[in-house]
């Protein structure tokens, strides 16, 4: 099994840091995607950062410059540096990870469960 567990959300003030952490686990051959998305209520889920398969990242618009992805030398563990948060930065933020089991397996994309973080005014 894999399990994907988000920890480091909470209530912080505008201008306030975060720092969320996801670490998976579980018998995993290869992580090739790792990356954090959020939904706030009554929205749709968006990409805040991700690795990518060539090691390159992604970031979303409203976040560059303020949020850092960063990877573990493990490659098993990634951080989200959350700085200048803003309100509107409010939501459940998810770890997603696109795992293969085998080295010629297929690729599985997992969640973890969420994690809270809200930005008061």
């Known amino acids: 099994q894999v399990r994907l567990v988000e920890s480091g959300g909470g209530l912080v003030q505008a201008g306030g840091s975060l720092r969320l952490t996801c670490a998976a686990s579980?018998?995993?051959?290869?992580?090739?995607?790792m990356g954090w998305y959020r939904q706030a209520p009554g929205k749709q889920r968006e990409l805040v950062a991700r690795?990518?398969?060539?090691?390159?990242?992604n970031y979303a618009d409203s976040v560059k410059g303020r949020f850092t992805i960063s990877q573990d030398n493990a490659k098993n563990t990634i951080h989200l540096q959350m700085n200048s948060l803003k309100p509107e930065d409010s939501a459940v933020y998810y770890c997603?990870?696109?795992?293969?089991?085998?080295?010629?397996?297929?690729?599985?994309?997992?969640w973890g469960q969420g994690t809270q973080v809200t930005v008061s005014s």
């Open positions: 997603s990870a696109d795992v293969q089991l085998a080295e010629r397996g297929p690729q599985y994309r997992y």
């Open positions: 579980g018998s995993i051959f290869s992580i090739n995607v």
């Open positions: 690795f990518n398969d060539g090691a390159t990242t």
